[in-house]
């Protein structure tokens, strides 16, 4: 029988999220969103704690800790600050994955910056200006030269891509398509790297979004993460990891936003009565209450697979399209029950409203997710 019952060490790390999540997040969360302003010195502190590296080996600086904890610890962060919870959730993915894809001589010189603070966080740049969902077509290409690679090409919706000391790029090193592949660690600072300016976002505005440019970025030989041509398998497995960190942050934001629909609508009166004892009211707080269950239900079904070293790529793009959608419906019913003041910037889920619109688009559109599902359903 499956169990999702915490163990006391991930209650521990989700407990330790909540109260760093309370005491530094939220109470900057607003003013963040207003000046845009990049959580430098709250990362700092996460790391210290160890949830930037939440399931990366004590062994390279990380929490030593599991993907249960991990969904645990992102969910709570996320109910206090998206745009905090984004660079978090990344810099997790790409420790991740040169944890399990890297050399020794990698784990040991580059993980330990990720996810300790001394590289502030990391960067994932997979997409291209002419290219997101079709990964495979990507331009950005890498030559081999007698000293090690030269990287060219342009990169697209680089999350902390401005702020991240490491940075995890895919370029094609050989043919047309997927095969041709490969995965590359970069560090901010290399010549040739251009930065674009952040993206005037309309959501997450704490967390910065530029393009990448590269043009004769001179890498050494060892900058390869893996075998050449393993770039797109590698993609896709970071993808399914960070899917199950983007479903979380959706569960953050939709238990946020349930918790100020509930306030509100016990305060707020029509008629001499409180909202909350309507019944239209509390339709919708029903609603949104057994789609959080299900939600972190069908999230941690994903992390659990993950943690037992199971296929979870169904699973984990099931929880991504349902947790997403249902972040979205659950801050629009939100902010419905606020009325009027709801699309006002003086209430928290005017902000949650455009903090969940991106989680059906980033690490695969609800879209993609239905494919990856439908071709798993009807394959099985």
Same mark, same amino acid.
């Given at each position: 029988?499956v169990?999702?019952?915490p163990?006391e *060490? ?9 109260? #760093? ?9 607003? +003013?963040?969103d207003?000046?845009?302003?990049f ?15 939440v399931?990366?080996p ?12 991990y969904?645990l ?30 050399? *020794? ?31 495979a ?53 290399? &010549? ?14 704490g967390?910065?979004?530029v393009?990448?440019? #590269? +043009? ?12 050449p041509?393993r770039g ?10 960070g ?24 305060e707020?009166?029509?008629?001499g009565? &409180?909202?909350?004892?309507?019944q239209?009211?509390?339709?919708m707080?029903?609603?949104?209450g057994?789609?959080i269950?299900?939600a ?17 790529? @169904?699973?984990?793009?099931m929880?991504?399209? #349902? ?7 659950i ?19 005017? @902000?949650?409203y455009?903090?969940?619109?991106v ?8 879209e ?8 798993s359903?009807?394959?099985?």
């Amino acid at each position: 029988m499956v169990s999702f019952q915490p163990t006391e *060490e991930q209650e521990l790390v989700q407990q330790t999220a909540r109260n #760093f999540a309370l005491r530094e997040l939220l109470p900057r969360a607003a +003013e963040r969103d207003k000046t845009e302003a990049f959580p430098l010195e709250e990362l700092k502190k996460l790391a210290e704690l160890g949830l930037m590296g939440v399931a990366v080996p004590e062994a390279y600086g990380g929490a030593g800790s599991d993907p249960v904890a991990y969904v645990l610890a992102i969910s709570e962060l996320a109910r206090c600050c998206a745009s905090t919870t984004v660079a978090v959730a990344v810099t997790n993915m790409a420790a991740e994955l040169v944890c399990r894809f890297g050399s *020794e001589a990698q784990r040991q010189h580059y993980v330990p910056k990720m996810v300790g603070g001394e590289a502030i966080c990391a960067a994932f740049a997979l997409s291209e200006p002419q290219c997101g969902s079709d990964a495979a077509s990507l331009a950005t290409t890498a030559t081999k030269t007698a000293d090690g690679w030269v990287l060219n090409g342009a990169k697209q919706w680089i999350t902390s891509g401005d702020h991240a000391g490491v940075i995890i790029v895919w370029a094609r090193t050989g043919e047309i398509g997927s095969s041709g592949l490969s995965t590359f660690i970069v560090e901010a600072g290399t &010549p040739g790297l251009s930065i674009g300016k952040p993206e005037e976002k309309m959501g997450l505005r704490g967390s910065s979004t530029v393009a990448l440019t #590269f +043009e004769d970025c001179l890498l050494p030989e060892d900058a390869m993460l893996g075998d050449p041509g393993r770039g797109f398998q590698q993609a896709m497995v970071a993808l399914d990891g960070g899917r199950i960190g983007i479903a979380s942050q959706a569960l953050g934001i939709a238990r946020a936003a349930l918790d100020e629909a509930i306030s509100y609508a016990k305060e707020r009166k029509t008629f001499g009565r &409180p909202i909350a004892d309507r019944q239209a009211i509390q339709w919708m707080i029903a609603n949104a209450g057994t789609q959080i269950d299900a939600a972190l239900l069908l999230t941690l079904r994903a992390a659990l697979l993950k943690a037992q070293q199971q296929p979870f790529t @169904r699973e984990a793009a099931m929880a991504k399209l #349902f947790a997403s959608e249902a972040a979205n419906r659950i801050c629009y019913d939100a902010l419905q029950i606020h009325g009027g003041y709801g699309y006002t910037k003086d209430f928290v889920v005017e @902000r949650l409203y455009r903090d969940a619109r991106v989680t059906t688009i980033y690490e695969g559109t609800s879209e993609i997710q239905r494919l990856v599902i439908g071709r798993s359903v009807v394959g099985q």
